[in-house]
């Protein structure tokens, strides 16, 4: 036990230098990164596909997609067109600074304005790892109820922005959006939470303007 927080804390230490790396990287071009955190299945994925639609096509988008193992996820992002890098963790539950470093070697940074990183899907680790993104964003859905940030604050906690997905299927199971706010409130009084549908495209307009609002603050500070 005397060792183990040591090595945690070295680990953690020498992944805050990555990531500072990694936005130093980003600033340099203007390009703002975002990295989407959730359990599997909330629509991580969905959430960069349906952006991709209402985002203006002017707008360069890249992705990079972590994944314990398949390239499922990459291949749908890829038929779009977008220049997307795989990153197979081989089992670890987690993204890290380091391994966003060896991703952006392989795509066109100084060609893109805004990048979506996908991180692997856990409610847990992902927040303890900056990667370097200028936004951090949770992603709940409906079907897995609304006690998500009663049971996972330590996410929620590192938030900048919130998304509640599947919007759609409110009413017709028992979440309560009420609760769902409130357990979201208690931790966070201010963080944006965001209702959307990535299905019906429901609340997309909303999102998608808070990351365009984001993204033009980013050039305005770093840009060319
Ligand atoms: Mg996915
Ligand atoms: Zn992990």
Same mark, same amino acid.
């Given at each position: 036990? *005397?060792? %183990?927080? $040591?090595?945690?804390?070295?680990? /953690?230490?020498?992944?805050?230098?990555?990531?500072?790396?990694? !936005?130093?990287? &980003?600033? !340099?071009?203007?390009?703002?990164?975002?990295?989407?955190?959730?359990?599997?299945?909330?629509?991580?994925?969905?959430?960069?596909?349906?952006?991709?639609?209402?985002?203006?096509?002017?707008?360069?988008? *890249?992705?990079?997609?972590?994944?314990?193992?398949?390239?499922?996820?990459?291949?749908?992002? =890829?038929?779009?067109?977008?220049?997307?890098?795989?990153?197979?963790?081989? *089992?670890? @539950?987690?993204?890290?600074?380091?391994?966003?470093?060896?991703?952006? %070697?392989? /795509? $066109?940074?100084? +060609?893109?304005?805004?990048?979506?990183?996908?991180?692997?899907?856990?409610?847990? @680790?992902?927040?303890?790892?900056?990667? *370097?993104?200028?936004? +951090?964003?949770?992603?709940?859905?409906?079907?897995?109820?609304? #006690?998500?940030?009663?049971?996972?604050?330590?996410?929620?906690?590192?938030?900048?922005?919130?998304?509640?997905?599947?919007?759609?299927?409110?009413?017709?199971? #028992?979440?309560?959006?009420?609760?769902? !706010?409130?357990?979201? !409130?208690?931790?966070?009084? #201010?963080?944006?939470? &965001?209702?959307?549908? @990535?299905?019906?495209?429901?609340?997309?307009? =909303?999102?998608?303007?808070?990351?365009?609002?984001?993204?033009?603050?980013?050039?305005?500070?770093?840009?060319?």
């Amino acid at each position: 036990m *005397g060792t %183990s927080i $040591p090595v945690v804390k070295a680990i /953690l230490q020498a992944n805050q230098a990555v990531a500072s790396e990694n !936005r130093a990287a &980003f600033d !340099r071009v203007g390009l703002l990164a975002v990295n989407l955190m959730a359990a599997p299945g909330a629509g991580k994925t969905s959430l960069i596909l349906a952006a991709l639609e209402h985002l203006p096509p002017a707008l360069r988008v *890249g992705v990079i997609e972590g994944d314990i193992a398949s390239t499922l996820d990459a291949e749908r992002i =890829a038929a779009r067109g977008i220049p997307v890098v795989q990153i197979n963790t081989g *089992g670890a @539950c987690h993204l890290d600074a380091p391994m966003i470093r060896s991703a952006l %070697s392989h /795509l $066109p940074l100084e +060609n893109l304005d805004l990048l979506f990183i996908e991180n692997v899907g856990n409610l847990i @680790c992902p927040a303890e790892f900056d990667l *370097g993104a200028h936004l +951090n964003i949770v992603i709940a859905s409906v079907p897995e109820g609304h #006690d998500k940030p009663y049971k996972y604050p330590g996410m929620f906690q590192k938030a900048d922005g919130v998304v509640l997905n599947k919007a759609d299927l409110l009413g017709f199971l #028992d979440f309560d959006l009420e609760a769902f !706010r409130h357990g979201l !409130r208690i931790l966070r009084p #201010d963080v944006p939470l &965001f209702i959307v549908s @990535c299905r019906t495209g429901q609340g997309m307009e =909303a999102w998608v303007e808070w990351l365009l609002e984001h993204r033009r603050q980013q050039r305005e500070r770093h840009g060319p």
